[in-house]
């Protein structure tokens, strides 16, 4: 069978450079853009070995052109202080990142995958959230160009979808987490873990009450996989998360105990907007393409935290 062309968006970034391994592994052609905002070099190393892996340095908000057969828009800081860090360019990058994807599939008529977030539903008022609710978004506050471009980015993709019939692939991804995960990143897992390996004081925002599910990533991209390879008629939008749902202190308490750390924990204000609960409803993956995570997070969080402590 002919290799497939597959770009990848922000192919240097956490998911990215898993998503990029596990597409060369299955015989594909890989084309990595990114403009290296979060993404790391480390990350892509191991892969740059390989004759069918390019690296091209771009960002995504100027348009491109050569030849895919499938795209993965993916470009985008994920962590809230690296995505409000400049967040006039997270924003552009959501929208123009999604348009000029949307141009270049349309220009070969190939399959265009977009990232979408669980920060579509906001701080939300249903739960578990359902593909169904529109959610709950502030649309000035600091997580706005976030979680607004990421809804604009979504609006973009069916309108296309409707309007030039493109061949659209819509995840919504919840809280993912493993290794290549940068120890700066910011996001919970990361920053637990660095400081538990450090016996630094653990960082928890507001009391600790505040839930999120936690995602190993390995069964995520397995789910991207299915969701790439089903007919056209399977648009999204479709929730990818696992549905293990945590208190923050919870994860604290297992990242001390699975790491025999000696950290207190200390309790910092809650950032602005900070949702209070989230779980996905995955029964659409389910019912589509048999799909459920199937790592639990205490085993995801040992290869973590194996990772982290090799971390040189
Ligand atoms: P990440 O920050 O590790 O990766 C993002 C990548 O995009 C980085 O390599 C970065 O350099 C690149 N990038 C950013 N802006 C760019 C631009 N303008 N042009 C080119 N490259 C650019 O984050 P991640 O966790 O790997 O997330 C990847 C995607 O998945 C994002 O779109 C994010 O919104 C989405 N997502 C992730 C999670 C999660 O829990 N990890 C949850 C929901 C959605
Ligand atoms: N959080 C925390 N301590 C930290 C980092 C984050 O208590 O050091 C909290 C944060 O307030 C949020 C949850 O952990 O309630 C998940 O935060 P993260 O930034 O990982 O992702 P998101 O809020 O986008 O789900």
């Known amino acids: 069978m002919q290799k497939k062309t597959v770009l990848v968006t922000g192919g240097a970034g956490f998911l990215g450079s898993h998503l990029c391994k596990v597409l060369l592994e299955r015989n594909n052609r890989v084309i990595c853009m990114d403009n290296f905002f ?46 409000q ?30 990232a979408s977030t669980s920060e579509v539903y906001g701080d ?3 739960h578990p959230q ?13 997580r706005s160009c ?19 019939k493109t061949r659209i692939k819509v995840v919504r991804i919840f809280n993912t987490y ?34 999120r599910s936690f995602c190993y990533v390995d069964d995520l991209i397995r789910g ?35 790491t025999g750390s000696k950290s207190k924990l200390v309790y910092r204000p809650l950032p602005q907007d900070d949702p209070k609960q989230r779980r996905p409803d995955i029964s659409l993956a389910k019912q589509l393409f048999n799909w459920e995570p199937e790592i639990k997070l205490e085993d995801g969080l040992k290869k973590t935290i194996e990772y982290f402590r090799n971390f040189k």
């Open 38 to 83: 979060t993404g790391r070099e480390r990350n892509i190393a191991p892969l740059k070995n390989n004759p069918d892996f390019e690296v091209v340095l771009h960002d995504v908000t100027s348009p491109y052109s050569f030849y895919v057969d499938e795209i993965y828009n993916r470009a985008c800081p994920a962590s809230p202080p690296h995505y």
């Open 85 to 114: 860090r400049d967040p006039v360019s997270t924003f552009k990058t959501c929208i123009f990142g999604a348009l000029n994807a949307l141009e270049l599939a349309d220009k070969w008529h190939a399959k265009v995958f977009q």
């Open 124 to 126: 939300a008022a249903v």
């Open 130 to 142: 359902v593909e169904t609710y529109w959610g709950n978004v502030n649309p000035h506050g600091i």
């Open 146 to 164: 976030y979680d607004e471009g990421k809804r604009g980015a979504e609006t973009l993709f069916f309108d296309y979808h409707r309007q030039n």
């Open 178 to 211: 493993g290794p290549n995960m940068n120890p700066e990143d910011g996001r919970v897992v990361s920053n637990f873990i660095m400081q538990a390996l450090k016996n630094e004081d653990i960082t928890i925002y507001g009391d600790g009450s505040q839930t």
């Open 224 to 258: 991207f996989l299915c969701l790439m390879d089903s007919d056209d008629s399977v648009t999204g939008p479709v929730n990818m998360g696992n549905p293990g749902e945590f208190t923050m202190l919870e994860l604290a308490e297992n990242v001390i105990r699975l």
